[in-house]
């Protein structure tokens, strides 16, 4: 069996991310998840521990002080981080490991683990990105608006990522995702100038 490694998986709001997660630690055996730590409020259905570890912004801060977490970064106004000890429990007991973060941790995380593999996940378009964001039934227009905005924003990161995932069929992200990580490279290859041409289509500047 190879060494077990550290995988940063990486998307923009509506990306698809956790579903994608989720499917992928149930195929997978050999693969665990870092739970992190966030101030944010739970979102119906989440189970503290489980999804996150929720805390308040002076606990978390203590956290980051005594050194606590392998990154951590300010998201949406909230706080995120990785806990530094169950990662690395979790890496000495043989399983690879899955850091479910944004492109600001996964900057720092690139700097700590330079071995890490860095994986972003991208919805096939804007339009199918907004369907998303409005199927969840949970945020006004205005905050679909700023949601979709932001999106963007982190999908200017995408070439800083060692691997693009194109959500636009589930299952065949989801095999993408597997192949990656076990054999290190996704089922659907694309050229470089492919997915500059996706890209450039989601920014807006195609």
């Known amino acids: 069996m190879s060494k077990p490694r550290l995988y940063v998986v990486a998307a923009p709001s509506g990306g698809g991310k956790t579903s994608l997660i989720s499917a992928l630690l149930e195929k997978d055996q050999r693969t665990r998840l870092s739970v992190s730590y966030t101030t944010r409020t739970p979102r119906p259905a989440e189970q503290d521990g489980v999804h996150y570890h929720f805390v308040d912004l002076q606990t978390f801060e203590s956290l980051a002080e005594q050194n606590e977490f392998l990154e951590h970064a300010l998201v949406f106004g ?3 981080g990785t806990g530094r000890k169950a990662v690395e429990s979790q890496l000495a ?12 941790g996964a900057r ?5 683990f330079p071995s890490c593999r860095s994986v972003f996940i991208v919805p096939p378009s804007l339009e199918i990105l907004r369907q998303r964001l409005e199927a969840r039934g949970q945020d006004s227009e205005q905050v679909i608006q700023r949601r979709m905005r932001e999106a963007q924003a982190e999908i200017s990161h995408w070439d ?6 194109i959500n636009d069929d589930f299952e065949k992200a ?10 290190g490279n996704p089922k659907r290859r694309r050229t470089e100038s492919e997915y500059r041409e996706m890209m450039a289509e989601l920014l807006g500047t195609r």
């Open 78 to 80: 909230n706080r995120y």
């Open 93 to 104: 007991a043989g399983f690879d490991v899955i850091l479910d973060i944004d492109w600001q």
């Open 108 to 112: 720092q995380i690139r700097k700590a």
């Open 160 to 165: 800083e990522f060692d691997d693009l995932v």
């Open 174 to 183: 989801l095999l993408d995702l597997h192949a990656i990580i076990r054999s």
